[in-house]
């Protein structure tokens, strides 16, 4: 696997994998298993974000503490990636908040942006968030619109991902790190990840 491909393995997001592959599973529980995923994944890409130390007042003495040193952006692409902020903002409670919508191009079938809202990105950490990382279009459109060179650092956090699309973000964008619950085998003719687990924003917000 690439080295800049992080893969969250544990036995309780195996299990919530499990439960969104499921075709039976139902909206509210497969919007509960991507919470859970995404803290998982929120956890991993910020695990080594810079630090300053602080000191802190317990109720006994003064202790040595930290804070983060960088401001943290969270930046869903829409829709579906609206399904992993909660989760991201269990962990990371004070990040900036942004929004990317990516919509497919009907006659082109190439994705075009409708829609950003993003704070300043220099210096920052920007995480964005996009369940399905299948031929990486819309991700490598989206950073695309922004200028990541500025950034402290990028991120993806995806839930599931094929290797042609990670092998063509990497292509494009070399220094962005990938963290990913599960690569799976292939796209299928029409640009699913098989065996996947469907369509995740039809399947997180009930319009299948």
Known sequence: MHPNVHLLDHSIIARAMTVLRDRHTSAVEFRAHVRTIARGLAFQATQRLPLVPVSVETPLATTAGAQLRDS???APILRAGLGMLDGFLDVV?????GFIGMKRDEETLEPYEYYRNVSDIT???LFLLDPMLATGGS???AMRTLPIERAGSCSLLSIIAAPEGIEATLSEFPNLQI???????????IGYIVPGLGDAGD??????
């Open 93 to 97: 409670p004070d990040a900036v908040t």
């Open 72 to 74: 943290v952006i969270a």
């Open 179 to 189: 963290h990913v619950a599960a690569v799976d085998e292939r796209l299928n003719e």
């Open 203 to 208: 399947r997180l917000c009930g319009t299948l």
């Open 139 to 141: 991700a490598r459109a």
């Open 123 to 125: 210096n920052a950490h």
